[in-house]
């Protein structure tokens, strides 16, 4: 079988076995595991070294390469996260184009191919991830790469007229002429991006690949942790009071202020829940150097301190609040503690926290997911309580149903969902896509 090439902005550690530990490489690990790989992108580093570093194990090839200060500054700080991710999660009133920031995007493409094009082999399947790296392919291409080239987007892609206020956006999706095949995540994304590229005269395909998770091994994680002594602590702490959870990294695309507020609604409206439930919110920080998220983070911890100011009791905090990082297993302890999870993002390309807290729940005592109609996740698991994460009122509400909710129909809803979530598998989306890219039609020139 060909060696499999992916491309990324960042590379998961290596561990010694050859599988690498992080969420990309769980959803491919079917798609790698029987055959080559080798694993491109930053390294994570900055220097002024312009050459690859390489290591590998078992099957699987690492190469790093360092960018130097101002790389990451405009490109990642910059481009990647000032300009494109917010466009992409439709907030464009955040967005700020600076045409330095996006010739340094192009530029740190442009040193990503060049270092790549060395290492490829004639027969190398190609798999670049996400908007970092849009114009890579068409990089790749005029270096005289022929070799299949996918591309997947994991986050959304905003109605064709939001995405035109991108200056020079229509070079980045005649960019997208040079690929093979592009995978999203729903059938929404798809139809944005087919109709941008045709208003381009682009008309390479899209198709709808919604990340998995291994639904039955996560299970297990989550059983396993209750009874580990953080779990354990975590759970007497509670105080017999029902947990409702929330994790999310610290992003304005999380939709954290209307969550908090939708909680703080559900204390005001609904008072028989003081005193009962317990919210935690657990929002490590991420882009700590961007102004919006510094702003948020302010935020947060005022709203923070109002809500328990408000509604504590001596013996009694409504809200936990860490933007501290919290272990994966312990994560999965606390999801299957958890009698509501809150995942209410305002914009999602899948988000597979929802489909994790499904797969971790006891099923003769199951929790109810309240997930955002926004999220990618929301267009398969039918069981959750679906909210508009822009009101309040409607979170609380949904709050108060959950809370309430019997225990046949809980079970109904799960069963429906974990049902899914097992059907689909860990990997079924790598292997949909890799088998249409092998059949896709030839984007390389010649």
């Not at 290596?14 to 595991?33: F, H």
């Not at 956006?169 to 005649?174: F, G, N, P, R």
């Not at 919006?292 to 983070?297: E, P």
């Not at 309040?392 to 509400?397: G, L, N």
Request: aromatic content about 8%.
């Amino acid at each position: 079988m060909a060696r499999l090439v992916i491309v990324s902005n960042r590379v998961p550690p290596l561990r010694e076995s050859g599988a690498a530990a992080g969420g990309l490489t769980v959803a491919l690990q079917e798609a790698v595991k029987r055959r080559e790989l080798l694993w491109f992108g930053w390294s994570g580093e900055s220097s002024d070294s312009k050459e690859p570093r390489m290591s590998s194990a078992g099957n699987t090839t690492h190469a790093l390469l360092d960018l130097t200060t101002a790389e990451h500054r405009l490109y990642y700080s910059g481009f990647c996260n000032g300009m494109l991710w917010p466009l992409l999660h439709y907030r464009f009133g955040l967005a700020q184009f600076r045409r330095t920031e996006e010739e340094a995007w192009r530029a740190v493409n442009r040193r990503f191919a060049e270092a790549l094009i060395p290492l490829l082999r004639e027969d190398d399947t190609i798999w670049i991830h996400d908007f970092h790296l849009f114009p890579l392919a068409a990089i790749l291409r005029e270096l005289g790469a022929k070799q299949r080239i996918g591309f997947f987007l994991h986050v959304p892609f905003p109605p064709p007229a939001v995405f035109a206020a991108l200056p020079r956006a229509e070079a980045l999706l005649k960019d997208l002429a040079a690929i093979d095949l592009i995978g999203v995540q729903t059938d929404e994304d798809a139809r944005h991006l087919a109709e941008a590229m045709q208003q381009q005269g682009v008309d390479t395909p899209v198709g709808v690949f919604p990340v998995g998770i291994h639904a039955e091994g996560f299970a297990r994680i989550a059983e396993a942790a209750v009874g580990r002594k953080d779990g354990i602590r975590f759970q007497e702490s509670l105080s017999g009071r029902r947990l409702i959870f929330g994790v999310d990294r610290l992003d304005y695309s999380k939709g954290l202020p209307q969550r908090l507020a939708g909680y703080a609604d559900l204390l005001k409206r609904f008072p028989q829940h003081r005193g009962k439930v317990t919210f935690l919110q657990v929002a490590p920080i991420s882009r700590g150097e961007v102004s919006h998220y510094r702003m948020l983070r302010r935020e947060l911890d005022e709203m923070v301190g109002r809500i328990n100011g408000e509604f504590a009791e001596v013996d009694w905090v409504p809200l936990r609040w860490t933007t501290r990082p919290v272990q994966r297993r312990t994560l999965a302890g606390f999801l299957r503690i958890t009698r509501v999870a809150l995942v209410t993002p305002l914009r999602d390309g899948m988000n597979l926290v929802a489909k994790e807290f499904v797969a971790a729940q006891p099923p003769e005592d199951p929790g109810v997911l309240i997930l955002s109609r926004f999220a990618g996740a929301a267009h398969e698991l039918e069981g959750a309580v679906k909210v508009n994460p822009n009101d309040p009122d409607e979170i609380a509400e949904a709050l108060d149903l959950a809370l309430t909710m019997p225990l046949a129909e809980r079970k109904a809803r799960w069963r429906q969902d974990f049902d899914r979530l097992v059907e689909a598998g860990p990997s079924g989306w790598s292997r949909a896509f890799l088998a249409d890219l092998n059949r896709a039609e030839f984007a390389a020139p010649g």
